[in-house]
C-alpha cells in the first residue's frame, strides 16, 4: 500500500500486514492518520463520559480489547485484538493473553491492599501494560486513558494531564519517554510527575 509513515521517538512501527488494516483509504500521510486516529478516541472518551465503571469490568481483558477497539475501530481493522507480529517492544506475541491476565490480577491485588497510593498504582498500571504492548498499534494512547480511567472511576481523582495524545518530535514526548525509560528501572517518579503537570 502506499502509506508511508515517519515515526516519532518512541513509537512502535507497523508491519506490512497490519498496515493493511487501514479502513481509510484517503489516508495518505501520518499527520492524516494522526487525525483520523484522534477523532476516533474522541468518540472513546465521549462513550466513557459520565459511565459508572467498576474494578472488576475495567480490570477485565474484554474491557482492555473493547477500549482499544472503541479508540481505534473506525481506523483499524485489528482494533481491539491482540497483537500477532514481534516488535521491538513487549512480550512475544503468544504470551500476551498471560500477561495481561497477571497484570489484572496484580492490579485487583494492589486496589484491595492498598499497595500503592492511587496515582502509583495507575501509573504502575499505565506502564505494565504498554510495557506488554498487547495491540500492534496504538499503545501508549490506550495505556494513557486506562490509567485516566483508572484515575475516574476508581478513585475519583481527576485525569492526568498528559492528554490523549502526545504531540510528536516535541520537548514534551522526550521527557515522556526519558520518564518511562526510568520507570523500566523501577524509578517512577518522574513518570508520576509528568503525568500531573
Ligand atoms: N522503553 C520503553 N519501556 C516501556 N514502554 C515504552 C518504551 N519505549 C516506548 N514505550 C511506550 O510505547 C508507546 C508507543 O507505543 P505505540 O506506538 O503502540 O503507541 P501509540 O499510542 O501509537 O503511540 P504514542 O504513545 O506515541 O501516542 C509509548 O507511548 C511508550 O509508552
Ligand atoms: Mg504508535
Known amino acids: 500500500m502506499g502509506l508511508t509513515l515517519k515515526y516519532s521517538y518512541g513509537e512502535t ?26 477523532k476516533n478516541i474522541e468518540e472513546a472518551i465521549a462513550w466513557l463520559y459520565g459511565r459508572r ?9 474484554d474491557f482492555i480489547c473493547d477500549l482499544h477497539k472503541r479508540m481505534f475501530g473506525g481506523v483499524w481493522k485489528w482494533a481491539g485484538r491482540f497483537r500477532t507480529t514481534k516488535k521491538n517492544l513487549g512480550v512475544p506475541a503468544y504470551e500476551i493473553p498471560l500477561a495481561l491476565k497477571i497484570l489484572l490480577d496484580d492490579t485487583r491485588y494492589w486496589l484491595e491492599n492498598g499497595t500503592y497510593p492511587p496515582d502509583e498504582i495507575a501509573i504502575r498500571f ?44 516535541d520537548e514534551a514526548r522526550k521527557r515522556y519517554i526519558d520518564a518511562v525509560r526510568q520507570a523500566d528501572r523501577g524509578q517512577w517518579e518522574s513518570l508520576l510527575g509528568f503525568a500531573r503537570l
Not at 53 to 61: D, E, H, M, V, Y
Not at 145 to 164: M, R
Open 126 to 169: 499505565k506502564h505494565r501494560i504498554v510495557s506488554i504492548h498487547c495491540f500492534p498499534n496504538g499503545n501508549g494512547r490506550h495505556s494513557r486513558l486506562t490509567a485516566d480511567i483508572l484515575a475516574e472511576k476508581l478513585f475519583g481523582l481527576p485525569v492526568f494531564t498528559w492528554g490523549a495524545s502526545l504531540p510528536a518530535a
Open 13 to 38: 512501527p507497523l508491519e506490512e500486514e497490519e498496515l493493511e488494516g487501514l479502513k481509510i483509504a484517503s489516508v495518505s500521510t501520518k499527520r492524516e492518520l494522526d487525525e483520523w486516529e484522534q
Open 53 to 61: 465503571l467498576k474494578a472488576a469490568r475495567i480490570l477485565s481483558p
